[in-house]
């Protein structure tokens, strides 16, 4: 029985110390944070659409 408890005792020690670090790793902000990486991805995006267009003008140029 006392095993038992022990066992049950180091799960939940265990379960809460992994969720408190799970949880920390992600800004406080999250919203904002979600945000502000798809607005990072769209000006990614754009950028490589230009160069991708710069090249075949280059191209055609030449």
Known sequence: MALLFVFIGFNLA????????????????????????????????????NTVLRTTEDRKCK
């Open 14 to 49: 265990v379960t809460v110390f992994g969720y408190t670090l799970f949880w920390n790793l992600f800004p406080k902000d999250r919203m904002g944070a979600i945000q502000r990486q798809n607005a990072d991805l769209k000006r990614m995006d754009s950028e490589n659409n």
